[in-house]
Protein backbone atom coordinates (compact mmCIF):
# COMPACT_ATOMS: atom_id res chain seq x y z
CA UNK A 1 0.00 0.00 0.00
CA UNK A 2 2.21 2.16 1.16
CA UNK A 3 6.33 2.58 0.46
CA UNK A 4 8.82 4.51 2.29
CA UNK A 5 12.28 5.58 1.33
CA UNK A 6 14.45 7.67 3.87
CA UNK A 7 17.25 9.79 2.55
CA UNK A 8 19.63 12.54 4.77
CA UNK A 9 21.54 10.24 7.25
CA UNK A 10 24.77 10.55 7.43
CA UNK A 11 28.17 11.70 9.70
CA UNK A 12 27.97 14.72 11.28
CA UNK A 13 29.84 16.61 14.16
CA UNK A 14 28.50 16.28 18.06
CA UNK A 15 26.78 19.57 18.23
CA UNK A 16 25.90 19.72 14.81
CA UNK A 17 22.55 19.27 12.83
CA UNK A 18 20.58 16.68 10.03
CA UNK A 19 17.66 16.80 8.20
CA UNK A 20 16.10 13.22 7.19
CA UNK A 21 13.81 12.89 5.00
CA UNK A 22 10.73 9.72 4.03
CA UNK A 23 8.94 10.26 0.91
CA UNK A 24 6.11 8.22 0.56
CA UNK A 25 5.06 6.59 -2.63
CA UNK A 26 1.19 5.13 -2.74
CA UNK A 27 -2.30 5.97 -1.77
CA UNK A 28 -3.12 7.41 1.45
CA UNK A 29 -0.14 9.12 2.76
CA UNK A 30 -2.12 11.90 4.54
CA UNK A 31 -4.66 9.33 5.95
CA UNK A 32 -1.59 7.91 8.17
CA UNK A 33 -0.11 8.65 11.44
CA UNK A 34 3.92 8.84 11.08
CA UNK A 35 6.62 8.62 13.10
CA UNK A 36 10.39 7.92 13.18
CA UNK A 37 12.36 5.37 14.97
CA UNK A 38 15.68 4.19 15.68
CA UNK A 39 18.15 1.36 16.41
CA UNK A 40 21.21 1.37 17.80
CA UNK A 41 23.27 -1.65 17.73
CA UNK A 42 22.59 -4.44 20.08
CA UNK A 43 19.42 -2.57 20.81
CA UNK A 44 15.66 -2.26 20.44
CA UNK A 45 13.44 -0.11 18.20
CA UNK A 46 13.56 3.16 20.13
CA UNK A 47 10.78 5.61 19.77
CA UNK A 48 12.18 8.85 18.31
CA UNK A 49 9.06 10.94 17.22
CA UNK A 50 5.21 10.67 15.71
CA UNK A 51 2.84 13.23 14.19
CA UNK A 52 -0.42 12.66 13.29
CA UNK A 53 -2.25 12.39 9.61
CA UNK A 54 -2.97 15.98 9.25
CA UNK A 55 0.33 17.58 11.59
CA UNK A 56 -1.90 18.84 14.48
CA UNK A 57 -0.21 16.40 17.28
CA UNK A 58 3.25 15.47 17.97
CA UNK A 59 5.16 13.68 20.20
CA UNK A 60 8.87 12.98 21.07
CA UNK A 61 10.72 10.57 22.81
CA UNK A 62 12.25 11.91 26.21
CA UNK A 63 15.66 11.43 24.76
CA UNK A 64 15.47 14.08 21.99
CA UNK A 65 12.35 16.68 23.17
CA UNK A 66 13.62 20.18 22.62
CA UNK A 67 16.44 18.85 19.97
CA UNK A 68 14.51 17.23 17.01
CA UNK A 69 11.58 18.36 14.98
CA UNK A 70 9.19 15.92 13.22
CA UNK A 71 7.05 17.85 10.19
CA UNK A 72 5.17 16.16 7.24
CA UNK A 73 3.90 18.05 4.19
CA UNK A 74 1.14 16.04 2.67
CA UNK A 75 1.18 17.97 -0.58
CA UNK A 76 4.53 16.30 -1.27
CA UNK A 77 3.81 13.04 0.44
CA UNK A 78 7.19 13.35 2.42
CA UNK A 79 7.68 13.61 6.90
CA UNK A 80 10.99 15.42 8.03
CA UNK A 81 12.97 14.67 10.81
CA UNK A 82 15.12 18.06 12.15
CA UNK A 83 17.72 17.20 14.64
CA UNK A 84 19.27 19.80 16.06
CA UNK A 85 22.27 19.64 18.71
CA UNK A 86 23.01 15.75 17.69
CA UNK A 87 24.44 14.20 20.23
CA UNK A 88 26.69 10.73 19.86
CA UNK A 89 24.10 8.52 21.81
CA UNK A 90 21.91 9.37 18.73
CA UNK A 91 24.09 7.09 16.38
CA UNK A 92 21.98 5.11 15.15
CA UNK A 93 19.53 3.22 12.26
CA UNK A 94 16.64 5.95 11.45
CA UNK A 95 13.65 4.29 10.52
CA UNK A 96 10.47 5.94 8.84
CA UNK A 97 7.22 4.37 9.47
CA UNK A 98 3.88 4.73 8.76
CA UNK A 99 0.57 3.72 10.58
CA UNK A 100 -2.95 3.35 9.55
CA UNK A 101 -3.76 4.79 12.68
CA UNK A 102 -4.60 8.55 11.99
CA UNK A 103 -2.64 9.40 15.09
CA UNK A 104 0.49 7.63 14.42
CA UNK A 105 1.78 5.46 17.68
CA UNK A 106 4.76 5.30 20.47
CA UNK A 107 4.97 1.65 20.07
CA UNK A 108 6.96 -0.22 17.12
CA UNK A 109 3.83 -2.40 16.28
CA UNK A 110 1.49 0.24 15.91
CA UNK A 111 2.85 0.92 12.70
CA UNK A 112 2.49 -0.92 9.35
CA UNK A 113 4.84 0.03 6.99
CA UNK A 114 8.30 0.75 7.38
CA UNK A 115 11.51 2.34 4.93
CA UNK A 116 14.98 0.27 5.03
CA UNK A 117 16.25 2.87 7.36
CA UNK A 118 18.98 5.69 6.77
CA UNK A 119 21.98 5.66 9.05
CA UNK A 120 23.29 8.65 11.34
CA UNK A 121 26.30 8.71 12.88
CA UNK A 122 27.44 11.35 15.03
CA UNK A 123 31.14 11.65 16.43
CA UNK A 124 32.38 13.00 19.24
Known amino acids: QVQLVESGGGLVQAGGSLRLSCAAS????????MGWLRQAPGKEREFVASISWNGGSTIYGDSVKGRFTISRDNAKNTVYLQMNSLKPEDTAVYFC?????????????????WGQGTQVTVSS
Open 26 to 33: GRGFSSYG
Open 97 to 113: AASRSMLGSRSYSGYDY
